[in-house]
Structures are given as C-alpha cells and as structure tokens.
C-alpha cells in the first residue's frame, strides 16, 4: 500500500519541505514517488536536489497521475489553483488542504472533488514534532481517512476532530503557536541581555528553562498553576514579575492576540481583507 502511494504536492514552500521530510524519513512515501508544484523552478530544483524527489510547474499536470495531492499554497493564491485543478483530479485521490483559513464546503466546490481532508500542522513538523488537527469531508472513505491519518502523524502529533471550528481555533493556538513561542524565547533572551547577561549565555538559560518546564509540567500532570504557585514565595521574585506580568495585560494580550489569529483564519477562509484586530 505505502509503495504505491503517489503524492503531489502543490505549493512548495516551508510546509511543503515539512511534509516531504516527514513523508521520506517515516517511510510513508517513497521520494521519488513525491512529485513538488509550483512557479519556481530555482525553488523546485532546489526540492529536486535535496530530497531526490521528483518536479513539475504545471499544476494540472502534476496531479494527473497522484492519489494524494497536498496543498500547501498561500490563502491568497488558493482560487487560481482550484481553478487549474477543477474537474481534473483523479476520482479515487485523497486532498489534504493545508491551506488556512480553506473550508471543507470551498475545497470540494472549488475542485469539484468529494475526497478531502483539511489540516492544520505547524513548523515544528519540520522535526517531526508538530501538532496537526484535522477534519474530513463526509464522502471521505474510511481508507483514505486511514491514509490521511498515516501521513499526518508522520509530521508528529495529529488530532482529528469533527467540528470544522476546530480547524479555525487549532490555526490560531497551534498553527501560529510557534510565532508567539519564538516571540516569547525573544524577548527573554533579550531581557537577559539587557541585564547585562551574554547573549550566549542568556540564550542557553532561557532554552534550558523553557525545556526543563515542560519536561517538569508532563511528569507532573498538574495544572499550570498549581506548578507556577510552586515558584512563586510570598513576597519573593516570581510574585513581582508576576504582579508586572499581570499589570501589563500579559494574560489579555494572549487571548487577545488568539482570538485576532482566530478571526483572521475565518476571514482569510472568506477571501476577506484583514480587519482592524483593535475592533473585534
Ligand atoms: N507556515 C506555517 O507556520 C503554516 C502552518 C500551518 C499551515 N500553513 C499554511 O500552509 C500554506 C503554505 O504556507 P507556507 O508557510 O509553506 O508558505 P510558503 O513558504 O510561502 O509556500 C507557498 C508556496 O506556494 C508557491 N506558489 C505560489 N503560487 C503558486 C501556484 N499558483 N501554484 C503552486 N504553488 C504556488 C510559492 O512559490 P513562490 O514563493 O515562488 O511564490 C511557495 O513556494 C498556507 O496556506 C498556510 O496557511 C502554514
């Protein structure tokens, strides 16, 4: 089953290499059974090279001969693409959307294709430890429900989910989760550094805590809070920042800045301009 599985995916930029990665390394699809579409050659080559897979950059045509298609372009550029592929998939290929935003109802319009998936991995699949949540259109058989499933646990944890919502919340905590992660590590390092740590030494210990609390969190099986109170004597450090870190909104900002993420995924999923996050 797995040798034969032909895969094509459309849009190949960061997700896209994430994907190709986790296919050749969990031995899900043979790389020169992977086939990259886009409209750069430089970038195609490049996939070529490094994964010896194979490349085309016409879409209609990079599909012809794929039981799965991925697709993995921007938002913006999704109506063209399902424009050249309308009517021209192969009837028994499984679609797997990546695309943000992208409804179950707009794919199989779109395509004129009943069999698709959508998911919403993150970066962090690049390692194979990325957090993909994922729902299917009901024509979806049990098999290529089976095959989605397979490919996606190879980009790390997958979780399926019936309501389509879902997909909309999951890209706005675990598909930009990393940006707020990094942003986050950034401005630690650099408050370090400020202190007048090296930069060198600023980065090991934030890196270091960041690791050691979540190893410390999974063992433990506690909530958050009852590990922070651990931290925090009367009167001590923890308690100051904290009072800071509450003052300044910290924990507003948050779910401020989600719920903005959120609201732009069903936007983004309309063909909508961004709208003022100050006004929702
Ligand atoms: N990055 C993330 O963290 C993340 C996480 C979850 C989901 N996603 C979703 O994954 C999708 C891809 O994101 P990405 O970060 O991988 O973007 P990306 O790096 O910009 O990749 C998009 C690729 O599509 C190519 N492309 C442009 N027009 C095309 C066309 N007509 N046909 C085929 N390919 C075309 C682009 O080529 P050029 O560069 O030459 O234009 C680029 O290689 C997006 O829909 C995003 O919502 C991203």
């Avoid at 998936?117 to 957090?131: D, K, S």
């Avoid at 490919?151 to 919502?165: D, H, K, N, Q, Y």
Wanted: hydrophobic share 40%; charged share 20%; glycine share 8%.
């Amino acid at each position: 089953m797995t040798d034969q599985n032909r895969m094509t995916i459309i849009g190949p930029g960061v997700m896209a290499e994430a994907i190709i990665i986790g296919m050749i390394k969990k031995k899900i699809i043979k790389a020169e059974n992977i086939l990259a579409a886009g409209p750069n050659s430089d970038r195609l080559h490049e996939l070529e090279i490094k994964y010896r897979i194979q490349s085309q950059q016409d879409n209609a045509k990079a599909i012809q001969n794929a039981n799965v298609i991925i697709l993995s372009v921007k938002p913006q550029k999704l109506p063209a693409v399902m424009r050249e592929l309308h009517g021209k998939l192969p009837q028994d290929a499984l679609v797997i959307s990546i695309v943000a935003g992208a409804t179950i109802e707009s794919l199989t319009t779109g395509m004129d294709h009943p069999c698709v998936v959508r998911a919403m991995p993150n970066t962090p699949a690049q390692v194979g430890e990325g957090m993909t949540v994922w729902t299917k259109s009901q024509q979806t058989k049990a098999a290529h429900q089976e095959l989605a499933q397979r490919i996606l646990a190879a980009l790390g944890r997958e979780i399926f989910v019936e309501e389509e919502t879902y997909i909309d919340m999951a890209t706005a905590v675990s598909g930009t989760g990393p940006a707020y992660v990094f942003l986050f590590l950034e401005a630690m390092i650099d408050s370090g550094v400020h202190l007048g740590l090296p930069r060198r030494i600023a980065e090991e210990m934030v890196m270091q805590t960041i690791k050691g609390s979540i190893a410390f969190y999974n063992q433990n099986d506690s909530h958050p809070a009852r590990l922070r109170n651990q931290v925090t004597s009367p009167g001590g450090t923890s308690a100051t920042a904290i009072y800071y870190l509450e003052k300044m909104g910290f924990r507003t900002a948050i779910s401020r800045a989600i719920w903005a993420a959120f609201t732009r995924s069903q936007e983004l999923g309309k063909g909508q301009k961004h709208q003022d996050p100050e006004n929702i």
